[in-house]
């Protein structure tokens, strides 16, 4: 594998014979250096228009990854997600190469930031910097994320049954809180309602008592200028946004107040405060990935509240609707029997694709998962199918075929978590010599993380690699009409199949066959860049089938440009890890476009010829 810090100088020049065999475009202006196995269409900026992120070339985006990492709610290491850059850069590259990943979620905090009152430690910012490099190296974009749980750490003794982060202790010292206590707690989150010391550290930062929130801001603007300082224009260009808090909460309401006002009155208005504080750090082109009430979605009736930033009005391009969805009555292990099933969260995140749609802007599930440990684990491998099918479309498989035009957007998700440490971590509960955690991710009990080091220190996946390195859109040259995944991923030794090709479309069963597939319906846009989807490591090119009305392709070969309009590329970074280009030379054209890695071995021309047929009537009938 190349070193990750090596940069391709891409020169663009006049000739267009030469610009035609090399896939670049018609211009005569030098890109800035970019990741490996870069192509002219890569590495330009995010924005937010017409409700969707767009790039430099008018594609639109969807952002998949994962949470890096709670590492960073730990003392162990300091603050940062990774003990050094070298772990970064490992990290990164398995990240891209096995997860699949083209988006990280990069962790920051409060209390390392700012640990003196009105001084900001430039020494964490430089490690935090260099380590987000190492995934903005890889092609891999970034958004940052000043995290915290239960407010702080510093509300817990050395003697609690819980801890937090994201405060510093002198934050914590300025509001004098009554010492914790959570009464009977099975679970860390109902601290958050239920802890009188958590309840009123939150209440206090809302209300800026003791100039709580102006130095948060203050902070946050000084981390900003860091990074857009201290990253090269290239590396600033794969910065996604920031996300300013992570899981608000009220701690408690004013007389009169409601979750709904608390939304208007106190959190809308605090995301203004950032927004500014972006603007002036030089993050004017840039969104603030902002999250309503954390409970605005739960799906415990007892614990929903209304929210959703309701009353923001449209968010426009400078604000991305942020939410974060747990499967709290798997979790309970009470509340739902038995295992997550086809279509099982089509209607919650179709709420968030219908909030998102209200407030004019894009979506991010920036926090989903499933305990990997523990009593309620076994239904992991079906929870987290049953969320990614739901981030792909809110058609469930059953009914994906008859009415996939209702699919919606496919919505953008970082799940949590991608720990390198997870069950090898040395972590003092709350500075307790006598707690030493170590097993799964060392924080409050939970294990959720989607990696391990092994014992030759490799990252090795602990979940189905067909659930997590997954066939998904990840540009899109127009506008995504429907789009499905069958992974065929397991639980146990059975193969969840929820979506097959139904019987009125032989010839494309017959392709498929037992394999995995995916299919994308499009309409094509107006710029010239390719469309693309992200292929599974699991999915080598010798056995990779293409049925499109743009061609058909069986092991698509390099691409060159629009002289082959189905084709594969490396992905940027070197990691080896591909995409797949998809070259239309029209606008406003219905496209479609099956990739499989199919039960039909090396299949015929006519066969080709014959499922594609059948998938053009199909698209023309439902579009």
Known sequence: MPNVRVRLLVVLVLLSGFLAVAGLPPATAATPALPADSLWFDGTPLTVRDGRFTDGQGREIVLRGYN???????????????????????????????????????????AH????????????????TEQMRAFLDEGIRVFPDFHQDLYSRYLFDSGSWYTGDGAPEWAVDAGGYPAESCGICLFWGQNITQNTAVRQAQYDFWHNAHGLQDAFLTTAQSTMAYLQQHLSGAEFAGIAGFDPYNEPYAGSYDSGQTSRTWESGLLWPFYERFRARMDAAGWQDKPAFVEPNLFWN?????????????????????????????????????????????????????????????????????????????????????????????????????????????????????????????????????????????????????????????????VTLRQDARLLDRLYPSATAGTPLAFTYEDRSRDGSTTLTWNPVPSTLPNVAKVVGSGRYGLLVWRSGDGTAPTELHLPATFPTASTTVVSDLGTA????????AATPVAVAPEPGGTGSRRLLLSDTDSGALHFALVTDGGATAPSADLLTAARSELAAWAAAHF
């Open 298 to 458: 739960a799906n415990i009736s007892t614990q929903k509240q209304e929210g959703g930033l309701l009353d923001a009005g449209t968010l426009g391009p400078g604000y991305v609707f942020t939410t974060h969805f747990y499967d709290q009555k798997a979790i309970s292990g009470i509340l739902m029997w038995g295992k997550a099933a086809d279509g099982q969260y089509a209607s919650d995140f179709g709420a968030v694709r219908d909030r998102a749609a209200a407030a004019g802007t894009a979506a991010v599930v920036s926090e989903f998962g499933h305990p990997l440990s523990g009593t309620v684990s076994d239904k992991a491998p079906t929870v987290l199918k049953a969320m990614y099918q739901a981030l792909d479309s809110r058609v469930p498989g059953a009914g994906w075929w008859t009415n996939p035009a209702a699919s919606g957007p496919v919505l953008s998700g970082t799940q949590w978590q991608w720990d390198l440490y997870s069950g090898r971590h040395h972590e003092l509960m709350n500075g307790n010599p006598d707690k030493v955690l170590t097993s799964g991710d060392a924080w409050n009990g939970e294990d959720l993380s989607a990696v391990r080091l092994d014992d030759s220190e490799n």
């Open 68 to 110: 890096v990492s709670g590492e960073a709610k730990l003392e162990e290491h300091g603050g940062p997600p990774f003990a050094s850059v070298a772990d970064a850069e490992k990290s990164a590259s398995a990240l891209r190469a096995l997860g699949g990943g083209n988006t990280v979620r990069f962790l920051l905090s409060w």
């Open 554 to 561: 069986c092991a698509p070969p390099a691409y060159t440009g």
């Open 113 to 128: 930031a700012e640990p003196v009152r009105g001084r900001v430690d430039t020494g964490y910012l430089a490690a935090v």
